[in-house]
């Protein structure tokens, strides 16, 4: 610290890095082992109440289809609506479109707090069950809550923890970036990403634990363990960290390399930012919100809204009861997927260096054109019954990839609180230098320090890519 005319000057701590890094190696920690907090998860998901039930729309309760423009919504009109959106965009083969779409345009709070423990940063972390997830509890941030719940429009208990990412004087804040959630879901849908390190003591509830970054690695291979509010999360906090590890063999010595702006890599970041210019300015896309009565294609029954096709989702309902939560019983509509995605990363060695192979891709939700997703990113059985020219680009190499070539492989859940056991592979997978990616202008490798610069900023990099981003990160 150094004061000037008492005013206090806050110096860079440059010692971040390494205390990160300390904390991704620690997976045996005195505080919690991994038996301990995998013990922690199973009873919680076993001591929670949390039972979710199918129910036709006319079981809603403060929900209604509006009268005019069938408009899904709360009586408060608050939370969240659906409605429809119509869409005309130059990115792949179909170039016009309307689809039912979640407008949410309040900014939510995803937080973790993190406090240094026996000299080892820690991350406080909840067992948090959401009407979606396909097994109960899964391992969320500190704070994940929507604008409406953390003030309290329905009416339940406060949020635990909340004081300390709304009044930042409680901490020393590390990240805090707005970034964006699913853009064919959501329409422009933003939440506030913070991770804010305390110094004094923390009251830790029955739903809460204390784990390293080491330990939060490991689960994330785990099937439908670490949730997606989490995983985006830790794709936000300051790059760097990952080159501590050792060498533990030429893929991880090229994924440190990879973190490494001094190492350089195919593309300058000049080269980079002008290349996702070029992809914003490239493609024409176009969206107009519109009443979900005027959506074409897409039926509504007694208890779902399905496209005609039984395609790419649908819109149900659900009734909850839970004691673990701001209250005890509700309902909600929920968006289900038509089937398990697949969302995969192809990464490639260049001199050394550990390169990415991300696309540019258009989604009607995204407040900008584009944003930076994995190189696939899609739910196959949309393509089911389509010509091999129709699937997206390297979906086919992804399905007959080489068992040893697959760094990670997990099935991880998306957000529950908004999609109905929304799952998807996520895989990274390693190809030859020399692999034939065609010259593709929406695809471009970039390396992980040119990642983790974007992800600084808000709308750059999308929640899928953000994942793995995190995935990246934590291989061991």
Same mark, same amino acid.
């Given at each position: 610290?150094?004061?000037?005319?008492?005013?206090?000057?806050?110096?860079?701590?440059?010692?971040?890095?390494?205390?990160?890094?300390?904390?991704?190696?620690?997976?045996?920690?005195?505080?919690?082992?991994l038996?301990?907090?995998?013990?922690?998860?199973?009873?919680?998901?076993?001591?929670?109440?949390?039972?979710?039930?199918?129910?036709?729309?006319?079981?809603?309760?403060?929900?209604?289809?509006?009268?005019?423009?069938?408009d899904?919504?709360?009586?408060s009109?608050?939370?969240?609506?659906?409605?429809g959106?119509?869409?005309?965009?130059?990115?792949?083969h179909?170039?016009?479109?309307?689809?039912? $779409?979640?407008?949410?345009?309040?900014?939510?709070?995803?937080?973790?707090?993190?406090?240094?423990?026996?000299?080892?940063? =820690?991350?406080?972390?909840?067992?948090?069950?959401?009407?979606?997830?396909?097994?109960?509890?899964? $391992?969320?941030?500190?704070?994940?809550?929507?604008?409406?719940?953390?003030?309290?429009?329905?009416?339940?208990?406060?949020?635990?923890?909340?004081?300390?990412?709304?009044?930042? =004087?409680?901490?020393?804040?590390?990240?805090?970036?707005l970034?964006?959630?699913? @853009?064919?879901?959501?329409?422009?849908?933003?939440?506030?990403?913070?991770?804010?390190?305390?110094?004094?003591?923390?009251?830790? @509830?029955?739903?809460?634990?204390?784990?390293?970054?080491?330990?939060?690695h490991?689960?994330?291979?785990?099937?439908?363990?670490?949730?997606m509010?989490?995983?985006?999360?830790?794709?936000?906090?300051? @790059?760097?960290?990952?080159?501590?590890?050792?060498?533990? @063999?030429?893929?991880?010595?090229?994924l440190?390399?990879?973190?490494d702006?001094?190492?350089?890599?195919?593309?300058?970041?000049?080269?980079?930012?002008?290349? $996702?210019?070029?992809?914003?300015?490239?493609?024409?896309?176009?969206?107009?919100?519109?009443?979900?009565?005027?959506?074409?294609?897409?039926?509504?029954?007694?208890?779902?809204?399905?496209?005609q096709?039984?395609?790419?989702?649908r819109?149900?309902?659900?009734?909850?009861?839970?004691?673990?939560?701001e209250?005890?019983?509700?309902?909600?509509?929920l968006?289900?997927?038509?089937?398990?995605?697949? $969302?995969?990363l192809l990464?490639?060695?260049?001199a050394?260096?550990?390169?990415?192979?991300v696309?540019?891709?258009?989604?009607?939700?995204?407040?900008?054109?584009?944003?930076?997703?994995?190189?696939?990113?899609?739910?196959?059985?949309?393509?089911?019954?389509?010509?091999?020219e129709? =699937?997206?680009?390297?979906?086919?190499?992804?399905?007959?990839?080489?068992?040893?070539?697959?760094?990670?492989?997990?099935?991880?859940s998306?957000?529950?609180?908004?999609?109905? =056991?929304?799952?998807?592979?996520?895989?990274?997978?390693?190809?030859?230098?020399?692999?034939?990616?065609?010259?593709?202008?929406?695809?471009?490798?970039?390396?992980?320090?040119?990642?983790?610069s974007?992800?600084?900023?808000?709308?750059?990099?999308?929640?899928?890519?953000?994942?793995?981003?995190?995935?990246?990160?934590?291989?061991?």
């Amino acid at each position: 610290m150094a004061t000037v005319e008492g005013s206090v000057l806050r110096v860079p701590d440059d010692t971040l890095a390494g205390r990160l890094a300390l904390s991704a190696c620690t997976v045996d920690s005195g505080v919690n082992s991994l038996a301990d907090i995998r013990s922690w998860l199973a009873r919680r998901r076993a001591g929670q109440l949390h039972h979710v039930e199918r129910i036709p729309f006319a079981g809603l309760r403060s929900w209604r289809f509006e009268d005019g423009s069938g408009d899904l919504r709360h009586d408060s009109h608050k939370f969240f609506r659906i409605q429809g959106l119509r869409v005309h965009s130059d990115y792949r083969h179909v170039r016009q479109w309307t689809q039912p $779409i979640i407008n949410q345009p309040e900014i939510g709070i995803l937080g973790i707090l993190i406090r240094d423990i026996d000299g080892v940063p =820690h991350c406080l972390m909840q067992a948090k069950a959401e009407p979606g997830n396909v097994n109960g509890a899964q $391992i969320s941030p500190t704070v994940q809550a929507t604008r409406s719940n953390y003030l309290r429009v329905h009416a339940g208990n406060t949020v635990p923890y909340l004081e300390y990412f709304q009044n930042l =004087h409680h901490g020393n804040v590390l990240a805090d970036v707005l970034q964006s959630e699913q @853009g064919a879901w959501f329409y422009r849908k933003r939440n506030r990403n913070m991770i804010v390190e305390v110094d004094g003591p923390v009251e830790v @509830g029955d739903d809460f634990c204390w784990m390293t970054l080491g330990q939060l690695h490991v689960l994330l291979a785990e099937d439908n363990t670490v949730n997606m509010d989490t995983r985006t999360v830790l794709a936000c906090l300051p @790059g760097g960290f990952e080159g501590a590890r050792g060498d533990r @063999g030429e893929f991880m010595s090229a994924l440190v390399s990879s973190c490494d702006p001094a190492r350089g890599g195919l593309r300058t970041r000049t080269e980079a930012m002008s290349w $996702i210019t070029s992809r914003e300015a490239q493609h024409d896309v176009r969206t107009e919100l519109l009443g979900l009565n005027e959506v074409r294609e897409w039926r509504r029954t007694e208890d779902v809204i399905r496209h005609q096709e039984d395609r790419f989702f649908r819109v149900m309902a659900v009734s909850v009861r839970a004691d673990s939560r701001e209250v005890a019983g509700w309902t909600q509509p929920l968006i289900e997927p038509v089937g398990v995605g697949s $969302i995969a990363l192809l990464v490639k060695r260049v001199a050394g260096v550990l390169h990415a192979l991300v696309s540019a891709r258009v989604e009607p939700g995204y407040r900008g054109t584009i944003e930076l997703a994995p190189t696939v990113q899609c739910i196959p059985a949309n393509y089911a019954g389509l010509p091999g020219e129709l =699937h997206p680009p390297f979906l086919d190499y992804v399905r007959e990839r080489d068992p040893g070539q697959v760094w990670f492989d997990a099935e991880l859940s998306e957000e529950g609180g908004r999609f109905y =056991h929304a799952r998807n592979r996520y895989q990274i997978i390693e190809t030859p230098e020399d692999f034939p990616d065609g010259g593709r202008p929406d695809f471009q490798w970039l390396t992980l320090h040119q990642l983790n610069s974007l992800l600084m900023h808000s709308n750059y990099v999308n929640v899928q890519a953000r994942t793995l981003v995190a995935c990246l990160r934590g291989l061991r």
